[in-house]
């Protein structure tokens, strides 16, 4: 099993910044792609970043230019730097990550309990 632990989310001005990170741990095998999606009150799931093995990104066209995903593989890590926010960002946001177990070629989706980002004056 592997659990995920979000942290850096809370109350922000719009125009300002948060930093959330999610790292993984348990049994770690191999951790492909991370990512980060967000639900607001009301809303489908969104995707928000995510983040392959080697770096490469992609993100949603509402947070291009604002929001930067990265991660750190020897911590199993993953982080979202979010600036310029706005009001809209408002969410909850979750992390995700696929992982192969050992002895397998399974990828299992693992999500985090995610954490509330409000973006409020």
């Known amino acids: 099993q592997v659990q995920l632990v979000e942290s850096g989310g809370g109350l922000v001005q719009p125009g300002g910044s948060l930093r959330l990170s999610c790292a993984a741990s348990?049994?770690?095998?191999?951790?492909?792609?991370m990512g980060w999606d967000r639900q607001a009150p009301g809303k489908q799931r969104e995707l928000v970043a995510v983040?392959?093995?080697?770096?490469?990104?992609n993100y949603a066209d509402s947070v291009k230019g604002r929001f930067t995903i990265s991660r750190d593989n020897a911590k199993n890590t993953v982080y979202l730097q979010m600036n310029s926010l706005k009001p809209e960002d408002t969410a909850v946001y979750y992390c995700?990550?696929?992982?192969?177990?050992?002895?397998?070629?399974?990828?299992?989706?693992?999500w985090g309990q995610g954490t509330q980002v409000i973006v409020s004056s």
């Open positions: 995700n990550a696929d992982h192969q177990n050992s002895g397998s070629s399974v990828l299992v989706n693992y």
């Open positions: 348990g049994s770690i095998f191999r951790i492909y792609d």
């Open positions: 983040i392959n093995s080697g770096g490469r990104t």
